[in-house]
């Protein structure tokens, strides 16, 4: 499971990154990204063929859902195993991919029944990457449009098999035009949902405060003995 991530990077730095357009909205660092929240994700434009940023909701909402109130958390992560069969992220997978800019994520390791030790997650580059990601757009009864985003979780890697039994898809950077392009093949590229590599990866204990969804700031990202 992927719940909580960390994005450094301003709109500058993922527009640069990423080789997007130009975007209007601010993009404050988030050192707690959490559930429910709006964040930077990116799709190409329907218009334009190019990569453009927009804000939508972590936690997706399927377009035919009645009310994203009773959703539940289950949908900020969708298993790479079963994209394919669950109706709720087949059509997402054809045609509504993404990608979510981050910096680290978090895990817990549960150390027994009653504590748990929170890691942080990231490139030894010390570079953003993104998330392979999957989206829809929800109308209202008013009419108005949500659009929301889940993370595509896999099998872990060495790195992260120690804390926990998922990890979030990391999407090398030569494979994002092909994750992104809904177009070029008939047949999704599920060869990209695979675990990161752990060589490019690095791991650390971080404070115990990233648990609480006020704390947000960079002693949250900061190794811990």
């Known amino acids: 499971m992927c719940g909580r991530y960390v994005r450094r990077s301003d709109k500058q730095r993922i527009a640069e990154y990423f080789r997007t357009g130009e975007t209007v909205f601010d993009l404050p660092p988030d050192y707690n990204v959490a559930p429910t929240t709006f964040q930077p994700i990116i799709r190409l434009s329907v218009s334009t063929g190019e990569r453009k ?15 994203p109130k009773h959703l539940g958390v289950s949908a900020i992560n969708a298993q790479a195993e079963s994209l394919m069969e669950k109706p709720m992220w087949r059509r997402a997978l054809q045609k509504r991919r993404c ?5 680290a994520f978090y895990e817990w390791q549960k150390l027994d029944a009653k504590t748990k030790q929170p890691y942080a997650f990231a490139m030894k ?14 109308m209202a ?6 659009d929301s985003f889940a993370i595509i ?28 392009n809904v177009e070029e093949e008939a047949r999704p590229p599920v060869d990209l949902l695979r675990p990161y590599d752990a060589n490019a ?13 006020r704390n947000n700031d960079p002693s949250l990202c900061v190794q811990v003995p």
Do not use: C
């Not at 009864?141 to 949500?146: N, Q």
């Not at 979780?153 to 030569?174: F, G, L, S, W, Y």
């Open 53 to 67: 940023i927009a804000m939508m909701r972590w936690g997706l909402v399927p377009s035919w859902h009645k009310d």
């Open 99 to 103: 990608l979510v800019p981050a910096d």
């Open 125 to 138: 580059s010390g570079n953003p990457f993104a998330f392979a990601g999957l989206w829809e757009r929800w």
């Open 141 to 146: 009864p008013d009419g108005k449009p949500l």
């Open 153 to 180: 979780t896999t099998d872990p890697n060495e790195v992260t098999a120690k804390v926990h039994t998922r990890m979030p898809v990391i999407v090398e950077p030569q494979d994002y035009a092909r994750w992104l």
């Open 201 to 213: 990866m690095k791991a650390w204990k971080v404070t115990s405060a990233v648990g609480n969804v």
